[in-house]
């Protein structure tokens, strides 16, 4: 299957560059380009995309509002439907990079990514799995947990209300960053129930990946700054 990539950045050279590297790859189309977020919006309305790499910091529209526009819904709720959007970032801790995820994003690349771990991270994100890692997203809500509103414990309990008990369990692990192998060793189950219960976890939840998982976590008072349940 031929993965669909549209690439929004202000930087004509910078597009080129990303262009250059995914046309050599037989499974990975260029659809569309735009230099702006607002932009995106219009191509968008007329073409079919799978995976979109979007930039956080453009004129008339960034890339975070883009993100919320393309992956919500007006209530919030995440679009089954929409494109997979990964976020460039200039730096590795950058508070729009964490508003995107909250957006709706499947994960962050740095601008300067190895051509190989960017073509992976494209067919990643295609795939249904996020790129990036819990435990870097967590140094992100770690590193703005301060400027973030204070999350609510009383907010737990409504948030888990789907999921059975072993499902809280399964996911205050995901939260923390555990693998599937290692939260399979943690609860004495095979991976592959443990792949299951995550997938069921994800749908019940409303939730893309792993990575919303954590956010969550830490919005509804199971996680802390600093990783820990």
Do not use: W
């Not at 995550?198 to 792993?210: E, S």
Request: overall charge negative.
């Amino acid at each position: 299957m031929t993965i669909r990539v549209m690439l929004v950045d202000d930087q004509e050279l910078l597009r080129t560059g990303f262009r250059m590297v995914l046309q050599s790859q037989d499974d990975i189309e260029i659809a569309a380009e735009a230099g702006d977020g607002a932009r995106a919006l219009e191509v968008l309305a007329g073409t079919s995309v799978d995976v979109i790499l979007m930039d956080v910091r453009m004129p008339r529209m960034d890339g975070v509002q883009a993100t919320g526009r393309i992956c919500l819904d007006a209530d919030g709720t995440p679009r089954p439907d929409a494109p997979k959007v990964l976020i460039l970032t200039t730096f590795d801790l950058d508070e729009y990079a964490f508003a995107a995820l909250r957006a709706g994003a499947s994960g962050f690349l740095l601008k300067d990514v190895p051509p190989t771990e960017l073509v992976a991270a494209i067919r990643s994100v295609h795939a249904g799995d996020a790129v990036v890692a819990p435990t870097t997203t967590r140094r992100m809500i770690d590193q703005f947990a301060e400027v973030l509103p204070m999350p609510k414990a009383s907010g737990a309990q409504p948030a888990l209300a789907p999921l059975t008990e072993r499902e809280r369990e399964v996911f205050l692990l995901v939260a923390q960053g555990l693998s599937n192998s290692e939260i399979a060793a943690s609860l004495v189950l095979s991976e592959a129930t443990v792949k299951t219960h995550v997938g069921r976890i994800l749908a019940k939840l409303g939730l893309r990946d792993r990575v919303q998982a954590v956010v969550l976590a830490y919005e509804a008072g199971l996680l802390r700054a600093g990783g820990h349940a």
